[in-house]
């Protein structure tokens, strides 16, 4: 058993409870990865008046001799840490160029038939814009869901073909526009962020400049503010959660984002070490999730999972009737989302408003983490 002997010191700080006097006043011998040769019984008790049992590894073997190290650095496989490199970047150039033509965007001239007479035109193109939603001649006319990153990168675009009078998405027109163009992009890195990232630094600002009107009246008394992120399944609901936030007057410091699909929400340890990974947008923020109809106990268990990493997380029960203590006066159908419910208020003629301020939050009832 010598050889257990490499390696092998007194800890330097923590003591354990002295199996021979009782008190809290041994000092192990542990290995090199931290754990003791075996706690409270090999090692030094600092009572030396006392106690003073010293009781150092090599005796401890010898007196042991069938004890196997349970724990023992050198001879335990070491796991490697992946090696995590750069996604690849979209030009920035090539996302500007396909900002116009939205006469021909299926899903712009949807935004806007729906919305122009309720919320307003300029509403509405200020939010296809502020999401920097694209035009492709794909399918007739579709639009592009660029993924902007919360430092202005651009990780890639998601093009989705839409009816333009259902507002219903095609789900077998879709491509990315890395791979449609995969002659400029020759091996490319697709690292996914949340579409809306970039917005964070946008209402990062609101919130600064609120505080600054605030300061500026004496003896206000000043409510907590900050940037919340709410966070859909589909492009299509950020954009319209957007709208409805902007047409009641809202100053936009709650930011739409969206997965971009239900398993993009994924916050495994892997994804928080990994600085590009989406996840890292969410990292102290206020996190408000929005899951679909029947998805309500997967998005929870997802949610608990980010305690630690999220200031914050919060549940939405909007979609699901037996949870929410608010009437929702519309159908709400299997796979449905909270902008499916804000659709059918705006085309049957409801104010939405209510609908909108009661969607979570409630005496803090659906907080998470």
Request: glycine residues 8%; hydrophobic residues 35%; proline residues 5%.
């Amino acid at each position: 058993m010598g050889r257990y002997n490499q390696d092998i010191q007194l800890a330097k700080r923590g003591k354990a409870v002295c199996s021979y006097c009782g008190k809290k006043s041994f000092v192990n011998y542990i290995y090199s990865d931290g754990a003791p040769v075996a706690d409270g019984v090999c090692g030094k008790c600092d009572r030396a008046d006392n106690c003073g049992v010293h009781y150092p590894p090599r005796e401890y073997f010898k007196d042991n001799p069938t004890f196997k190290p349970a724990r023992f650095s050198q001879f335990r496989p070491q796991r490697k840490r992946p090696v995590i490199t750069p996604p690849s970047y979209i030009d920035s150039s090539l996302m500007l160029d396909t900002m116009r033509g939205y006469e021909m965007n299926s899903f712009a001239k949807f935004l806007h038939s729906t919305f122009d007479e309720v919320a307003g035109a300029d509403i509405v193109q200020a939010n296809i814009e502020r999401y920097a939603v694209g035009t492709s001649s794909r399918y007739g006319g579709s639009a592009i869901f660029w993924q902007v990153d919360q430092f202005g990168r651009i990780r890639s675009g998601q093009i989705i073909g839409y009816d333009a009078t259902s507002g219903k998405r095609n789900h077998k027109q879709q491509n990315w526009v890395h791979s449609v163009m995969q002659e400029n992009y020759p091996d490319y890195k697709l690292e996914q962020c949340y579409f809306g990232s970039h917005l964070i630094n946008s209402a990062d600002k609101v919130v600064a400049e609120i505080h600054q009107e605030w300061d500026a009246i004496p003896n206000m008394q000043k409510c907590e503010v900050e940037p919340i992120i709410y966070l859909f399944e589909s492009p299509k609901a950020a954009v319209i959660m957007s709208i409805a936030l902007m047409w009641g007057g809202c100053r936009m410091t709650e930011v739409p984002m969206a997965t971009c699909s239900c398993g993009n929400l994924n916050p495994s340890l892997d994804s928080r070490k990994n600085p590009y990974n989406k996840i890292q947008v969410l990292k102290n923020r206020k996190v408000v999730l929005f899951p679909d109809n029947g998805k309500f106990e997967d998005w929870k268990a997802k949610g608990e999972q980010l305690k630690g990493f999220c200031k914050e997380v919060w549940i939405s029960t909007a979609m699901e009737r037996n949870l929410h203590p608010h009437a929702i006066d519309c159908e709400i159908e299997d796979g449905d989302g909270f902008d499916d419910v804000i659709l059918r208020y705006v085309q049957a003629g409801k104010p939405i408003w209510d609908l909108i301020i009661t969607c979570y939050g409630y005496h803090g009832q659906w907080q998470i983490v």
